[in-house]
């Protein structure tokens, strides 16, 4: 045999073994890849069937192999905010962000998010860059502009008004909106010269009643004219309830009326401390309970209040905020005896 | 011998071949790892600016430096932390500027911690400590000398005063478990130093006290002394504060605890004093948690009001009727909850012209994402809640304000506002995604109620966190400028000295009550300033801050005047005397009475 020949024959079994080998190293690759692909096709299918912890443990690794595909970050993250891991959420949801900016969905969560982590300031970034993309969201703009004010971002909060304005001029609740701003940064001129023809036209605008007669009370010394506007919010929303009872109690202080102020202040200490009550995190919380009864017992609502510092006896005889508030009760009650043996109990 | 080639001749092919496989599977594994975008939450937080950030200092500013160090101030608080997370592991203790031995150069006196639990040993070195200042920018530490090493207690608040009217200020230190009376006394080796008299003095209080006040309440020329209680603790019976989800405790919040009245003392003038809670009308307000105290005439009537930030609970507002009577007005004054009715977190308080009305408004710091509040006086006994349009209450959404003071740092003529700040729960960051500490705050007022947060071109200590508590000012080197010192929950006390380059002038007008129709520190005076056409309205409160004690000299700038047309003084007598022509840049000390001011070189 020839050297030429020899070499030949070397030369083709070296390429029949390299393509072998190369069939077998690809045959083993595609393999990895349909297993991983079978994998991921789990994942998601985890995820779309709602097992979210399923669906989370298999596309952790799949999101720290392959960072930029944006449908398993998606689930990825969806899944951590449905098993409420919020840190890992975020993180995800960040990394979604930047993977799509032009998205609204993972801002819009993500501004969730932090609203849930009380990252406000963060949720107000989120909730602005939404709104430039969308001004004519107007549900989201409300959020966004009490959010800010909410913050003290006054700033802020006139940006996202007077962006979603530009969409609908002449909107009522944005108006407002805009009002609400000006009133919290003091200037009251231009808040005042949207907001009387506002209230006019709109009465129904309970907002808009209660900035006006903030106005009245406050800055132009005209507490009397405030007092209906303030009733007429109390009458209309519920939302308002606490809001308007508080600066009602100061307008009827400034007019004199002293006792309708106390017993209506009174009201919205109740009205507090119930709801404080009910997210205490501690249902057997006595303290509060005393409160809740000391704001009915200065509303006028005694039986009410006895029986809610009774209760609170029965699981702590000695409690003395209860004793002292009872002891208030009697007095009013002209039952002096019985005040002196509580006074005596609470301490004083 | 052709199968041994051919195998060696295979393995020269195969190596190769893996080796260019691996080079390859490497090179695309580093090119994918090198592209990789970063993957934490962190990171991408970091790749976003925040709304607003001041990072450059500006000239003309406000600018302090820590030279605690330097200074000779060696204390450390110890908050006695436990795994329990007590609620009186959180509250801290506070400091006060005391002028002891009356040589016109401020001394500082520290409040000590220690344990909780009372059955625990407590450390006999774990004292009160006053440091006397060496008038060259050091303190020595004096605590023995003073007598002052017995002060061992959980120590919360202080309160400076000169209730004997001898010329020199006695200490009111509250603790976990009451008050004691330090009276200011000659030593032996012709010095100053304190000998606890409380019990003579008849002040028993078993309560949880924390800030107090000295004020003449009665208009008989003595001191009186109010007292804050914060909450009743039976440490027995602990509740547990702690996450649902993952157990990590925190401290629990005041609203868990019942709450007892607070104490006024009336001073009989002989040392001793009469407990007139009841009598005087303050054990009728509600029981609350206090936090803060300040004692101002709020009114103009020219009798001392009280103003109490309570904690989670309505302030009270003790509007003096007289005789010692008081009324407790907070809520339809327009001053007892927060812009919208909301109980206010109250922790420090101030009382001061803020907003060029003549009248004192009140600041009162509060809990994180809350903001602090600001009650703009607007006459008759009504404010209004204006820290929104002021500017105060965005910076101070993510902080949880405790001391407080209102100065002018940079001696511009209007009042600027300092503030320490710091979480109560050491597991803040964890359960409420919180910071545990906190940047410290400096805000530069306009005169007209408006402010600025200058913290970030304030000098390095207002960008670094601390676990702010206490807060008081005073010019300790006497250079014209007000300085600063913080107490810190578990950590040391911190000494700015304020360094701001200004051409501006100031005044100091030490004010010194007759000690027979008004009290010797003339508490309740009322200063008001006319020059260049300029009017500037300042008072001498009792108490403020958070249980801490503030200089009682004024220090006024003046800005580019040199000179003070006109200094007219309201006493706490309710006489009235003009000063005229007072040079800027220097210290007087007007005595009531005398018609010509004394001026003090220090």
């Known amino acids: 045999m ?38 991921l096709q789990k994942g998601l299918n985890h995820f779309r069937e709602g097992r979210f912890e399923d669906a989370e443990r298999v596309l952790r690794p799949f999101v720290a192999r392959r960072p930029n595909d944006v449908e398993v970050l998606k689930a990825l993250a969806l899944s951590q905010l449905a098993l409420q891991q919020w840190q890992a959420a975020e993180g995800s949801l960040s990394r979604w962000c930047r993977l799509r900016p032009e998205q609204p969905q993972p801002f819009e969560r993500r501004m969730e998010l932090y609203l849930r982590l009380g990252k406000n300031e963060q949720a107000a970034r989120d909730g602005l860059r939404l709104l430039e993309q969308n001004k004519g969201d107007l549900e989201r703009c409300q959020k966004v502009v009490w959010l800010c004010l909410g913050m003290g971002r006054v700033a802020e909060a006139e940006q996202a008004c007077r962006l979603c304005l530009l969409e609908q001029p002449g909107h009522i609740q944005l108006r407002y909106l805009l009002a609400e701003c000006f009133h919290a940064r003091g200037a009251e001129a231009e808040a ?38 303030l009733r007429q919010v109390l009458a209309a929303d519920a939302q308002r309830q606490e809001v308007a009872r508080y600066h009602l109690s100061q307008a009827l202080a400034r007019t004199g009326q002293k006792e309708e102020a106390q017993r209506v202040v009174a009201e919205m200490q109740a009205l507090q401390a119930r709801k404080r009550l009910a997210g205490d995190g501690h249902p057997d919380n006595l303290e509060l309970q005393a409160r809740v009864a000391e704001g009915l017992l200065k509303a006028g609502k005694s039986l009410e209040a006895r029986r809610i510092l009774e209760k609170i006896l029965e699981q702590d005889a000695r409690y003395p905020t209860a004793h002292r508030l009872l002891a208030s009760y009697y007095e009013k009650q002209g039952q002096t005896a019985k005040a002196a043996e509580h006074n005596r109990l609470a301490g004083y | 011998m052709r199968d041994t080639t051919t195998g060696r001749d295979w393995h020269r092919i195969i190596l190769p071949f893996c080796f260019i496989l691996l080079l390859i599977a490497g090179s695309v594994l580093l090119v ?80 000590q911690g220690g344990p909780v639990q009372p059955g625990e040993k407590h450390d006999p070195a774990l004292t009160c400590r006053l440091y006397r200042n060496n008038r060259n920018g050091t303190f020595t530490d004096v605590t023995a000398q003073a007598g002052l090493a017995g002060a061992v207690g959980y120590g919360m608040g202080v309160a400076v005063g000169d209730y004997d009217n001898d010329g020199y200020d006695d200490l009111a230190v509250t603790y976990l478990g009451g008050i004691r009376l330090y009276h200011n006394e000659p030593s032996a080796e012709g010095g100053r130093r ?22 003449d309440i009665d208009g008989d020329g003595r001191l009186d002394l109010y007292v804050c209680h914060y909450v009743e603790v039976d440490l027995a019976h602990y509740p547990v504060c702690e996450q649902a989800r993952t157990g990590i405790r925190f401290g629990c919040p005041p609203t868990l605890f019942p709450s007892t009245t607070h104490r ?33 005439d709020l009114d103009g009537d020219g009798r001392l009001d009280i103003y109490v930030a309570n904690d989670l609970r309505p302030a009270y507002l003790f509007h003096n009727q007289g005789g ?60 209004q809640e204006w820290s929104g349009p002021s500017g105060l209450a965005s910076p101070s959404m993510r902080r949880l304000g405790f001391g407080t003071v209102l100065f002018d740092a940079d001696l511009d003529g209007r009042l600027d506002i300092a503030v ?112 260049g056409g300029t009017r500037q309205v300042h008072f001498v409160n009792g108490g403020g801050s958070y249980l801490s004690a503030s200089e009682r000299r004024l220090l006024i700038g003046l800005g580019a005047l040199d000179q003070v047309g006109r200094a007219t003084v309201t006493w706490p007598s309710g006489r009235r005397q003009v000063f005229e022509n007072l040079a800027g840049d220097c210290w007087w000390r007007l005595h009531e009475g005398r018609e010509r001011p004394e001026e003090v070189m220090p």
């Open chain 1, 192 to 229: 005042q010269a949207i907001l009387a023809p506002l209230v006019r036209a709109h009465p129904q605008l309970t907002g808009a009643l209660m900035l006006r007669a903030l106005y009245l009370l406050y800055d132009a010394g005209q507490a009397q004219e405030a007092i209906p506007l």
């Open chain 2, 420 to 531: 320490a700040n710091g979480h109560v729960s050491r597991t803040a960051p964890q359960v409420f995604h919180e910071p545990f500490a906190q940047e410290a705050q400096l805000f530069l007022g306009d005169g007209d109620g408006r402010f600025r947060d200058v913290s970030g071109q304030a000098g390095p200590y207002f960008l670094e966190p601390h676990v702010g508590r206490g807060l008081a000012w005073a010019d300790y080197d006497n250079d014209g400028l007000p300085d600063l010192a913080f107490s810190h929950n578990g950590g040391p006390v911190v000494l700015l000295r304020n360094r701001t380059r200004t051409a501006n002038h100031w005044i100091r007008l030490e004010l010194e009550g007759d000690g027979q129709r008004s009290n010797r520190n003339a508490i309740g005076a009322r200063v008001e300033i006319e020059a």
């Open chain 1, 2 to 39: 020839s050297f030429l020949t020899l070499a030949k024959r070397r030369a083709s079994r070296i390429l029949m073994v390299s393509a072998g080998l190369l069939l077998v190293l690809g045959g083993g690759i595609g393999w990895l890849r349909l297993q991983d692909q079978l994998d």
């Open chain 2, 324 to 383: 010692g009577r008081f009324l407790e007005k907070a809520l339809l004054a327009g001053c007892g909850l927060g812009p919208n009715g909301q109980e206010v977190a109250g922790m420090g308080v101030e009382a001061g012209n803020l907003d060029g009305s003549g009248r004192p408004s009140l600041f009162v710091t509060n809990f994180y994402g809350k903001g602090s509040v600001f009650y703009r006086n607007q006459g008759d006994l009504h404010f």
């Open chain 2, 194 to 215: 304190f000998r606890d008299v409380t019990e003579r003095a008849g002040l028993r209080d078993p309560h949880w006290a924390t800030s107090c006040a000295w004020g």
């Open chain 2, 32 to 111: 994918g790892y090198a592209l990789r975008p970063l993957g934490n939450a962190e990171a991408d937080l970091q790749t976003t600016a925040p709304l607003s950030s001041e990072t450059q200092t500006s000239p003309g500013l406000p600018w302090f430096e820590e030279v605690t160090a330097a200074s000779g101030i060696d204390f450390r608080h110890v908050d006695g932390a436990t795994p329990m997370h007590y609620i009186q592991e959180t509250v801290g203790s506070g400091l006060g500027w005391i002028d002891y031995d009356a040589d016109g150069w401020p001394d500082l006196f520290c409040v």
């Open chain 2, 264 to 296: 006024l003392y009336r001073n009989n003038g002989d040392g001793t004093f009469t407990d007139i809670s009841k009598s005087s009308g303050i054990a009728a307000a509600s029981p609350a948690p206090g936090l803060g105290v300040i004692m101002a």
